[in-house]
């Protein structure tokens, strides 16, 4: 087996069939009917707490993951970041406010695109910060241009990490920098374990983990240079299980009016937090 497709274990089972784009499009459709889905930051990803005690709330902890992106690009105030996977806008309006940049990003739910498009007029920043529809498997964008890309939490999604890989590789100038992070495999899951997290990954709309040891290799095929691979997992993995709980718990009422047929919103997310193997990581490379 490809060393970069992971172990049997991640590829057997119900998650084991990626899914398109117009599955995982409608399902960040839907989200956004929820209030849940139009989280306040706009921040669509899990939290990084920098120990176990830092006192920062979900929100907040969304935000320094973000700004830890924002720390990795290392993106100039001339630069222009292609984000790959853009939610409802959070990370890229963050991004523009601190460095200066210029962001475009893309996601696959028409209306992710025109939410995060009216968070960059209200802010104020339309002039250099935009989102459109667009596949990361097949990106709209000449070659070369872009000087750095990153992937938030949005890799997770997408039926071949090694070919998307490949693409952003193509959009960026030679040097720029490629940040992702994605849920990993830590170590063997136990059966019991895989089935409580294909049962998740099925009904949130994700593709199979690979093992936290495949990224150096995964990188290189696609023709970057690998910088870090950081397993963050401590940091992120098992507060921001609990909150998202939490969320959904405060959301019922609202879930069970819109969704009570969907299985996305009928999963607690606590039943995950005790599974150490699922991880969480960073991962910095450049383009050679
Ligand atoms: C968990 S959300 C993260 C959003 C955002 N990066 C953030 O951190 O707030 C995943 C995002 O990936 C996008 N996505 C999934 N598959 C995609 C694909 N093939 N091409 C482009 N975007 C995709 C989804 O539409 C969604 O916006």
Redo the contacts with the bound molecule.
């Keep these: 087996m490809d060393e970069a497709q992971g172990t049997g274990a991640a590829q057997d089972g119900p998650a084991a069939a990626g899914h398109d ?1 117009a599955e ?2 409608g399902f ?1 459709d839907r989200f956004t009917r929820l209030t849940l889905g139009n989280a306040p930051g ?4 899990y939290g990084y707490w920098t120990s176990p005690d830092d006192s920062a709330t979900f929100e907040e902890a969304a935000a320094q993951l ?1 700004a830890l992106m924002i720390q990795e690009v290392r993106l100039p105030a001339s630069g222009h970041l292609l ?6 806008g ?2 890229a309006v963050q991004l523009a406010r601190v460095t200066g940049a210029e962001v475009t990003g ?4 028409h209306d ?1 695109v025109t939410l995060a498009n009216r968070l960059a007029a209200d802010l104020g920043l339309a002039d250099r910060v935009r989102f459109e529809y ?4 097949e990106l709209p964008y000449a070659d070369a241009s872009f000087d750095a890309s990153w ?4 890799i997770i ?2 039926p071949d990490r090694g070919h ?1 890989l490949k693409e952003i590789a193509r959009v960026v100038r030679p040097r720029g920098r490629v940040v992702f992070t994605d849920l990993c495999e830590r170590s063997p899951l136990t059966a019991d374990e895989q089935s409580t997290v294909d049962e998740f990954f099925q009904a949130a709309k994700m593709s199979p983990m690979v093992t936290l040891d495949s990224y150096p290799r995964l990188v290189r095929e696609a023709g970057l240079v690998l910088d870090e691979v950081r397993d963050i997992s401590d940091n992120v993995m098992w507060r921001t299980t609990r909150e998202l709980s939490r969320q959904m718990r405060e959301a019922r009422a609202e879930i069970d009016e819109k969704f009570a047929s969907d299985p996305a919103y009928q999963l607690d997310p606590a039943r995950l937090s005790d599974i150490t193997a699922l991880g969480y990581v960073l991962v910095v490379a450049h383009c050679p």
């Design positions: 784009r995982v499009g960040y706009a921040n669509l990803h973000t984000d790959v996977g853009c939610g409802i959070g990370p893309i996601t696959v739910s992710q667009a596949d990361a498997m992937l938030l939490e949005s999604h997408m998307v």
